[in-house]
T-cell receptor, first 112, second 115 residues
């Protein structure tokens, strides 16, 4: 599986935008970029995913570099509830393998 | 979307015993997975629970230690056998394949402490 690299931790202030980076230089053409987050004492939850184009949903935006070797998860206005570990995961769309391989993720702290 | 429940939510067990964790999904799903999350660590995939056939285990995990059943499209169990303190972890069930979404849904986890 292609690997991802994320900063161990980041800090943000409430109501400010947060940009969480992810490097995936060995990404293949059929790898989707997924983001999940894990709130304290909960199971992970899906945030967003994309292949080549930037994506927006109600939770966040995903900006994908033109060469697809990096991406950025954007939280437009951080809230205290966004404090979590954010995981950037590559998932190959080929075949029927839908398992997720979690890295260490980025621990986001949101200051009031 | 899918809602996943796990039983028990937590347990304290003695070494040498076994514990079976149940995972129930509120809708039929294509695939179910079991993960382990050791204290302060990320999630590690244990196995894919296959409906009607033997589970597919990841490297480092074996059927004798972690037998898995999946009798239908909404239910799976994971047994942690002959437990040792090193098995103290959170065990999470996940499911994929509800409709046309790419989301994988996770249960709340079962916190296991082995003494």
């Amino acid at each position: 599986d292609a690997k991802t690299t994320q900063p161990n931790s980041m800090e943000s202030n409430e109501e400010e935008p947060v940009h969480l980076p992810c490097n995936h230089s060995t990404i293949s053409g059929t790898d989707y970029i997924h983001w999940y987050r894990q709130l304290p004492s909960q199971g992970p939850e899906y945030v967003i995913h994309g292949l080549t184009s930037n994506v927006n949903n109600r939770m966040a935006s995903l900006a994908i570099a033109e060469d697809r070797k990096s991406s950025t998860l954007i939280l437009h206005r951080a809230t205290l509830r966004d404090a979590a570990v954010y995981y950037c995961i590559l998932q190959n769309s080929g075949g029927s393998n839908y398992k997720l391989t979690f890295g260490k993720g980025t621990l986001l702290t949101v200051n009031p | 979307s899918a809602v996943i429940s796990q039983k028990p939510s937590r347990d304290i067990c003695q070494r040498g015993t076994s514990l079976t964790i149940q995972c129930q999904v509120d809708s039929q799903v294509t695939m179910m997975f079991w993960y382990r999350q050791q204290p302060g660590q990320s999630l590690t995939l244990i196995a894919t629970a296959n409906q009607g056939s033997e589970a597919t285990y990841e490297s480092g995990f074996v059927i004798d230690k972690f037998p898995i059943s999946r009798p239908n499209l909404t239910f799976s169990t994971l047994t942690v056998s002959n437990m040792s303190p090193e098995d103290s972890s959170i065990y999470l069930c996940s499911a994929y394949g509800t409709g046309l979404t790419y989301e994988q849904y996770f249960g709340p986890g079962t916190r296991l402490t082995v003494t």
